[in-house]
């Protein structure tokens, strides 16, 4: 998420452990085995809930994916299953944020000891906010950033391109003005986001059904060709983006598995046309001047 201080960013944040579907009993047991490896089985307790971990943007790389003296999984393990989110994103020391890289790509996460290696779990949501430039205004016609667009790009550029194309979702989140406050409350509460992220999840779990795989992030090879490729118009947008877009790999594979969510969240068994290109929509573009 990007955008000006105040637009409600770690706000949204906060609210995402309100719609994400229950732990089921299996993934219970991984959360609290990880917990318990790092000292923090609550009285022995397993807990249904999400994880949801905000370290602060001091974190060192060990705290953030785990090592140290004694050995202890990391934030990103903490997460496991749940939500890691990084708020003030650009504030992060840069090492820090690299050290995600690998956890993000492979869902765990190697510490290296002087005589041995420990593997961890880490596959989470990655949830990260950031203001458009280090004062915050870039683009606010009543606060105009006076340092634009050298503050952007200078802020921007403190997170690196590798880790910001590894976040599938890219949106910029608007100033909250008093009169959008006095509006009525939107139709749809947690409550009813969460029903719909419920049923896309099980179509995702029938899907997946006789497969390690739980999501459609795990999507990969032959199981995501079989179940993520779209309709003959959606190919052909996707190939023509490809190219204006000049999209990786990564990229690519990364769309078709957001175009297969937001089918599923749509309730449609083909990935169309009209999925594809939603899922483009939140592709990162380059960072405006
Ligand atoms: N859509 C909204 N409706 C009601 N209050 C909001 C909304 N967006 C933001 N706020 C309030 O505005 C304040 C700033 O929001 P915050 O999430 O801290 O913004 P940001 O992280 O983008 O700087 C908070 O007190 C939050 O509760
Ligand atoms: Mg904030
Ligand atoms: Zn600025």
């Known amino acids: 998420m990007v955008g000006p201080p105040g637009a409600g960013k770690s706000l949204l944040a906060s609210c995402l452990p309100g719609i994400l579907p229950e732990l089921t009993p299996a993934e219970a047991l991984e959360v609290s085995m990880v917990s318990s490896?790092?000292?923090?089985l609550e009285n022995g307790r397993i807990s249904r809930a999400r994880p949801y971990r905000a370290p602060h943007h001091s974190a060192s790389i060990a705290a953030l994916t785990g090592g140290g003296l004694r050995v202890r999984p990391g934030e990103v393990s903490m997460a496991h299953l749940g939500v890691l989110f990084l708020d003030e994103l650009p504030e992060f020391q840069r090492q820090a944020l690299d050290s995600l890289r690998q956890p993000l790509e492979t869902g765990e996460v190697t510490v290296a000891r002087a005589?041995?290696?420990?593997?961890?779990?880490?596959?989470?949501?990655?949830?990260?906010?950031?203001n458009p430039c280090r004062c915050g205004h870039l683009g606010d016609p009543a606060l105009a950033c006076s340092r634009a667009p050298k503050c952007a790009a200078d802020y921007q550029s403190k997170v690196s391109g590798p880790l910001l194309d590894r976040i599938d979702l890219h949106v910029e989140v608007d100033p909250v003005r008093a009169a959008d406050l006095a509006l009525p409350p939107p139709a749809d509460g947690s409550k009813e986001v969460a029903a719909r992220v419920a049923r896309a999840r099980q179509i995702q779990t029938a899907r997946l059904d006789g497969t390690p795989l739980r999501t459609n992030a795990d999507l990969d090879g032959d199981l995501l060709e079989q179940h993520a490729t779209p309709d003959e118009a959606g190919r052909t947008l996707l190939l023509q983006a490809a190219e204006a877009m000049r999209l990786s790999a990564r990229g690519y594979t990364r769309i078709l598995r957001v175009a297969r969510t937001i089918a599923d969240l749509a309730g449609a068994r083909d990935i169309g046309r009209i999925h594809v290109a939603e899922a483009l929509s939140y592709r990162r573009q380059a960072p405006r001047a």
């Open 37 to 40: 490896v790092a000292g923090m």
């Open 115 to 130: 005589n041995a290696h420990v593997t961890y779990p880490a596959r989470v949501q990655l949830i990260a906010a950031m």
